[in-house]
């Protein structure tokens, strides 16, 4: 123990105050640099946050557009649906075809039915 006495007594018992200024601000330049990481780390997350709302809300809107796209497709196809029932409807296409193909629609006498012939079994 009087070793351990005496090295502390030729030194003085303190240590300069050169160094533990110099440490402590190693120690503030230690938390400068992680306070530094930090914000870095929080700032590239919140961009990226950013980012992914700012793309979503561009999709969304496309999705948008093209559901309204959609939609306007939708009733032009039963509106053309509708056109083809009433233009291939036997009150529409009776005249045409008469004036132009001098075709008519049967009379009772005029139509001949034919038996179905039987179907064969299968086993």
Request: charged residues 35%; proline residues 6%.
């Amino acid at each position: 123990m009087a070793g351990k006495a005496g090295k502390g007594a030729a030194r003085g018992g303190e240590r300069p105050p050169a160094r533990s200024a110099a440490r402590r601000s190693g120690r503030k330049g230690g938390r400068g640099r992680q306070l530094a990481l930090l914000l870095a780390g929080f700032l590239l997350v919140a961009t990226g946050v950013i980012w992914r709302r700012s793309y979503g809300i561009a999709r969304s809107r496309e999705l948008a557009e093209l559901d309204k796209r959609r939609v306007q497709l939708e009733a032009r196809r039963a509106q053309l649906e509708s056109e083809i029932r009433d233009l291939s409807s036997r009150a529409r296409l009776a005249p045409i075809v008469e004036q132009r193909l001098q075709m008519h629609v049967p009379t009772d006498s005029q139509v001949i039915i034919l038996p179905r012939p039987p179907r064969e079994r299968r086993r």
